[in-house]
């Protein structure tokens, strides 16, 4: 991708499931967007649901526009069962192009 460092840290910050921290940097050279909504979510394989923070001022959502060189970081929720083996989160790198990027978070 030529937005994403691959750091993604996941916890069960919550009830509902876990709060993946997402950082990015614009690594291309013209702006680029990037929000929670442009990825999927796999526990063993099973797409699992997002959900809404309440808390945004602890973790606020993944969602900025990036110009080149420049970093962001947020948090995209889901409803991961406490005990997924593997966590999987799929990045829709372009809607032109069927292009995803998987990136391992366990």
């Known amino acids: 991708s030529r937005i994403f460092n691959d750091i993604f840290e996941y916890n069960n910050a919550t009830k ?5 921290e997402c950082n990015a940097e ?4 013209s702006d680029q967007h990037v929000s929670y909504l442009d ?12 959900f809404y923070s309440v808390d945004d001022d602890k973790y606020p959502s993944l969602s900025a526009t990036l110009s080149k ?12 069962p406490k005990d ?15 292009t995803n990027i998987e990136f391992i978070i366990k």
Do not use: P, R
Not at 84 to 98: N, P
């Open 26 to 29: 614009n690594i291309g050279d």
């Open 16 to 20: 509902n499931g876990g709060a993946i």
């Open 69 to 80: 060189g420049k970093k962001t970081s947020g948090y995209a929720f889901y409803e991961v």
């Open 84 to 98: 997924a083996k593997k966590i999987v989160l799929e990045y829709d790198a372009s809607w032109l192009e069927d």
């Open 39 to 50: 990825f999927d979510c796999y526990a063993d394989d099973v797409a699992v649901e997002y």
